[in-house]
């Protein structure tokens, strides 16, 4: 089966620009998460989709930060404007059911770099 | 609140011998746990898993082990293999709503020397 797709792989903004990411989960998974990881540290989820519902966004800083899931498949992340404390790494993940040992399946993420 | 902690950010290993990486939590609600691998510039991938009712999950090489009462999980892999070399993420998750909450550590690089 084919991977999480995401794109692009690498962004290098300034800061006060905006950015968007984009992500194809794997056909037939409901749920889709984006995750941000700053270097050394562990992913952190930032929003997560039940189909196109938001299920859980307590995380995204919802002044600058964007989400959304169109027909409950592709998905598209975006920051506005960018801050320098947002270069990091953000990854994009689908699991099968939303049950508790449902695998995440992740996408090679996009390096962000803000300067 | 760091409710998942890896607390050896790296660790080195000669081939053939064994690896222990740890992972301790702090919320007893956790239901399920798992460890995910990850190689630079590539997403992580699923390891290995453990339900909170379980101890131990074995599968090949890898083995998990967990201890509810110090809320201490670890992860076991014999022999080590220089294809091993990679970060891994101990991952924690819980029903919360309907829906799996998964926290995750912040990982321990392992290096395993040929």
């Known amino acids: 089966e084919a991977g999480v797709a995401q794109s692009p792989r690498y962004k290098i903004i300034e800061k006060r620009q905006s950015v968007a990411f984009w992500c194809n989960p794997i056909s037939g998974h409901a749920t889709l998460y984006w995750y941000q990881q700053i270097l050394g540290q562990g992913p952190k989820l930032l929003i997560q989709?039940?189909?196109?519902?938001?299920?859980?966004d307590s995380q995204l800083p919802k002044d600058r930060f964007s989400a959304e899931r169109l027909k409950g498949v592709d998905s598209t992340l975006k920051i506005q404007p960018a801050k320098l404390e947002d270069s990091a790494v953000y990854l994009c993940a689908s699991s099968f059911t939303t049950f508790s040992n449902s695998p995440l399946h992740f996408g090679n993420g996009t390096r962000l770099t803000v300067t | 609140d760091q409710q998942v902690k890896q607390n050896s950010p790296s660790l080195s290993v000669q081939e053939g011998r064994i690896s222990i990486l740890n992972c301790d939590y702090t919320n007893s609600m956790f239901d399920y746990f798992l460890w995910y691998k990850k190689y630079p510039a590539e997403g992580p991938t699923f390891l290995i898993s453990i339900s909170s009712i379980k101890d131990k999950n074995e599968d090949g090489r890898f083995t998990v082990f967990l201890n509810k009462s110090a809320k201490h999980l670890s992860l076991h892999i014999v022999p080590s293999q220089p294809g091993d070399s990679a970060v891994y993420f101990c991952?924690?998750?819980?029903?919360?709503?309907?829906?799996?909450?998964?926290?995750f550590g912040t990982g321990t690089k392992l290096q395993v020397i040929p």
């Open positions: 991952a924690a998750s819980l029903n919360s709503g309907g829906y799996q909450k998964v926290t």
């Open positions: 989709f039940q189909n196109n519902g938001v299920v859980d």
